[in-house]
């Protein structure tokens, strides 16, 4: 099946009906009302539902009247249109009673109504969808019928509509009570896709089909719909995936439009100027709209002002308006917008301009306005800067374009444009660029114009392209060129402004401690420009962190989020950098239950980020975490996210990185073809050597795939080998030892290596690993289980179910029969907290203690602190009772007090739920 077809098929699918979710609340409120147990009769029996289009007022009608005929309750349904609107009674023609027609008046109407009710017997439930559109006469019967007593109205109306009198006396007569719905929360949108599309869903696909949906069911629905049928969400790896391009199927168009179309020309250019503009500036927007206009789509919830930042801007009042406004306004519609709005912002001053200075210049670009070169370069320095790369591109082509051909005056624009190629994932076609004026730049007069073209060609050549050789050639030939000054006049020395390169190319080529003896004794230096000073903070950092120095480390990550975020253009993300460098440490250290936090939160933050590269890379590191968690299913779910960013913006071999930890999340979870196709595809996309910090993952995607083939040996010799790649990355090394000796591999050497690395870094893993493989050597019951709860606190979980499970073949192995049921109940009690369980790990199968239902009934009670007496009067049997059935779970699970039940206790098999 083609992924179009297979596209075709789930829209067919989820145009059935979607899960009702999230009113659950209004749902109940307004059923109490129509039961007929209601415990006031002289209360409102009835409803009106008061909500804005499209966020499941209809539903929820459809939901009661489901209630109502399941308890025997007769209802009636009407649907008013705007056809029926022009004809009395045209809403509810079709339940005149027969002979009605033949009353002359309105009293004869309503009379026959009300005795064909109360000849039924009993209140009839009437449902009315979009009781705004009723015609007089038809809201007229309905209230007379409710003031009868005969019928029970549950309406719906349109907030912001007109609505007939009748209707409004329904609740201001305390007839019907109103219920005011209102736009699901992001949250609640969140489950309700997740719930239709009946899979896992990657976080950015939720976050973003969510803020696109607004709130809005009936838009999150054809949105939904619409992505499936084109392709534009699709099923990856078991993973629902969004590439978050707004498909303007018919339907949605059309659902949008209801709310648009009743607008008149200005309005809709109003509308539309706030659309392009958007965050709009309300000082801008007043010049470009007529201000009465303007506030009259405030008025009515199309626009809406937003001064959360200190200044009062125009938003849309939904994301889909300008999508489809837009859209039908066309690109010569466009082209008059942005040139009214760049005129808008130059009548509004130059502080509006230079608070907007990118957008506004591409609005006069894109309407065909001259600019001077200077103007267009700034903008394409300020687009890199807030990673909008590919205008910044655009930008700066136009700057050259504007300029001489003088190589000189033109390396600007091309330094420029190159670094915005950069950033757009076209490595190679920046230096073919940046090429044209090497020579010009290298001989001329102005060192700064030297330092930003090196950095953009270092950042295009080694981490766009990794080619490591001809980079450490480019820099030899920079230190001979007549640009950069020798020194002296406060001004650094050639080696010195080239230090920072050489620098970063030890530390990712795997040599921390040459790259710490290049930096570190920059470190105070005044002189050096702020990108280089940028530079020698970052890489001592991660050289640091690379050495397990992680206390040394922490002052120069807080340094980084210090930095003067505008000093340079590298700046921008230099807080994002620090926090990176510091959570990535304190994974190689083992801290997940510290780091994973910290991984969420960054994450959540980033979702909407421009920044692509760092925005995967917490991506990256949050699945790592995940993975060493032992929660698989979240772990590919984010990866898969890091891989469509790294398909955008490949640096430093990261593609190759997210593709190597998928192919780890398949094999742990026993999907060895697809873990071999991730790890091919790694391979195929990995420019060699590749990363240093990438070394370890690579080698432990290789062991747990031949794990996963059956080959438990060559799996231990893969760790081994790939221990010894890297000599000086301390915790990579530690990792991979461990990991052999998990394997089989136990001898002296491996242990001894262990405890050299614990000895020399500033970090605790190390020393646990190495208590560990002591422990698994010796056979030592009591270590293990220490080493289990230290792997547990740390929510290191696959390893304490190992380290469990050792312990409890410890324990048997000598007899200690209730020592191995303790630890084998606490190796499952670790495994039910991860994906697959036990499966997941290297740990043996042991027997399960198996409790009774009502001894771990009991047993779950008495382990959320209940007393025998309370656990005797909850369930109903004696004290007694309850001290033999714990007496019965002491013995089974080699516990002997009441204190070690939450530990130990394993999760129910029969359905019983522990306390919480």
Not at 25 to 47: Q, Y
Not at 55 to 69: C, D, M, Q
Not at 495 to 512: C, D, M
Not at 762 to 787: F, I, K, N, Q, T
Request: net charge neutral.
């Amino acid at each position: 099946m083609t992924q179009q077809d297979a596209g075709s098929t789930l829209a067919h699918a989820l145009r059935g009906e979607w899960p009702f979710t999230s009113r659950d609340a209004e749902l109940d409120l307004i059923t109490a009302l129509l039961d007929p147990a209601c415990d006031d009769p002289r209360g409102p029996r009835g409803a009106v539902v008061v909500a804005p289009a499209g966020v499941g007022k209809t539903r929820l009608l459809r939901e009661v009247r489901s209630w109502a005929e399941a308890r025997g309750l007769p209802t009636s349904s009407v649907i008013a249109t705007r056809a029926a609107s022009g004809t009395p009674y045209g809403a509810v023609l079709h339940l005149l009673p027969e002979g009605a027609a033949d009353h002359p008046d309105r009293a004869g109407w309503h009379g026959s109504f009300s005795a064909r009710l109360r000849s039924e017997g009993g209140r009839r439930v009437v449902l009315v969808d979009d009781a705004h559109l009723l015609d007089q006469a038809s809201a007229a019967l309905l209230l007379q019928l409710s003031l009868d007593g005969v019928a029970t109205p549950v309406v719906t109306v349109r907030r912001g509509r007109s609505v007939p009198d009748p209707v409004t006396a329904l609740w201001k007569e305390d007839l019907a009570l109103r219920v005011d719905l209102q736009p699901l929360s992001a949250t609640e949108v969140a489950d309700l896709i997740r719930r239709a599309l009946g899979g896992p869903v990657s976080d950015r696909t939720i976050a973003r089909l969510t803020a696109v949906s607004g709130g809005n069911v009936l838009y999150a629905r054809e949105l939904v719909m619409a992505a499936a049928e084109r392709g534009s969400l699709r099923s990856l790896d078991g993973v629902w995936m969004w590439d978050e391009q707004v498909v303007l199927a018919p339907r949605l168009v059309d659902a949008v439009w209801a709310r648009l179309e009743a607008l008149d020309a200005a309005q809709r250019r109003a509308l539309a100027v706030v659309a392009v503009g958007e965050t709009l500036p309300l000082t801008v927007a007043e010049v470009v709209a007529p201000p009465d206009v303007l506030s009259w789509l405030e008025e009515v919830g199309l626009v809406r002002v937003d001064d959360s930042d200190g200044r009062e801007v125009l938003r849309l009042g939904h994301p889909l308006y300008g999508e489809v406004l837009l859209a039908r306004i066309g690109a010569i519609g466009r082209r008059r917008l942005v040139g009214s709005l760049a005129e808008a912002f130059d009548a509004a001053g130059p502080r509006e301009v230079e608070s907007a200075l990118v957008r506004v210049v591409t609005w006069r670009l894109d309407a065909g306005r001259e600019q001077t070169r200077e103007t267009l370069l700034d903008a394409a320095t300020r687009a890199n800067q807030v990673f909008a790369h590919a205008l910044a591109a655009r930008l700066a082509r136009a700057a050259l374009e504007a300029g001489d051909a003088d190589p000189v005056g033109r390396a600007p624009a091309v330094i420029e444009l190159g670094r915005g190629l950069v950033g757009s994932n076209r490595a190679g076609e920046s230096l073919a660029l940046l090429t044209q004026v090497e020579d010009a730049v290298l001989t001329g007069s102005d060192p700064h114009l030297v330092d930003d073209y090196v950095d953009v060609r270092f950042r295009a050549k080694y981490h766009g392209l990794g080619d490591v050789q001809q980079v450490e050639a480019f820099l030899d030939r920079v230190g001979s060129s007549t640009g950069i000054p020798s020194g002296g006049d406060g001004a650094p020395s050639r080696e010195n402004r080239l230090a920072p390169y050489r620098a970063t190319i030890a530390s990712g080529q795997g040599r921390p401690h040459e790259a710490l003896v290049i930096a570190e004794p920059l470190l105070e230096r005044t002189d050096l420009s702020p990108l280089h000073r940028l530079m020698i903070l970052e890489t001592t950092g991660e050289a640091l962190g690379q050495l397990g120095l992680h206390r040394r480390a922490e002052g120069v990550w807080e340094r980084l989020r210090q930095f003067p975020v505008g000093s340079t253009s590298r700046a921008s993300d230099v807080g994002v950098r620090a926090d990176l460098q510091a959570a990535f440490s304190g994974l190689r250290d083992g801290r997940v239950a510290d780091v994973l936090p910290v991984f969420t939160a960054m994450h959540s933050a980033m979702v909407d980020s421009p920044d692509v590269v760092n925005r995967g890379l917490v991506c990256l590191g949050l699945g790592r975490c995940l993975i060493h968690a032992g929660r698989l299913a979240h772990a590919r779910a984010v990866l898969l996210d890091a891989v469509e960013d790294f398909r955008k913006v490949d640096l430093d071999d990261s593609l190759a990185w997210a593709l190597t930890l998928l192919s780890q999340v398949a094999s742990l979870s026993h999907r060895t073809e697809r873990a071999r196709r991730r790890r091919d595809d790694a391979l195929a996309s990995r420019r060699e050597p590749g990363p240093a910090r990438q070394a370890a993952d690579v080698v432990v995607a290789d062991v747990w795939l031949t794990v996963a083939e059956g080959d438990h040996t060559g799996a231990a010799a893969i760790a081994l080998a790939g221990a010894q790649q890297y000599p000086q990355l301390e915790l990579a090394r530690a990792g991979l030892l461990h990991l052999a000796c998990r394997l089989g591999e136990r001898g002296s050497e491996v242990t001894h290596s262990l405890h050299l690395v614990a000895d020399r870094v500033e970090c605790d893993y190390p020393r646990l690993l190495a208590d560990h493989a002591d422990a698994m050597r010796s056979g030592d019951r009591h270590a293990l289980e220490a080493v289990a709860e230290r792997f547990a606190r740390r929510g290191l979980l696959p390893l304490a179910v190992e380290a469990a499970a050792q312990a409890a073949t410890a324990h048997r192995a000598v007899g200690a029969g209730d020592g191995a049921r303790r630890m084998a109940g606490r190796m499952q009690v670790l495994a039910s907290r991860i994906d697959g369980g036990a499966t997941q790990t290297l740990a043996a199968q042991e027997p399960v203690p198996v409790l009774s239902r009502r001894e771990q009934e009991v047993a779950s009670l008495a382990a959320a602190g209940l007393s025998n007496a309370s656990i005797a009067h909850r369930l109903v049997v004696s004290v007694r009772t309850v001290e033999s059935h714990l007496y019965q779970a002491f013995g089974k699970l080699g516990v002997t007090s009441r204190a070690d039940l939450e530990r130990y206790l394993p999760p129910s098999r029969g359905g019983v739920s522990r306390p919480q």
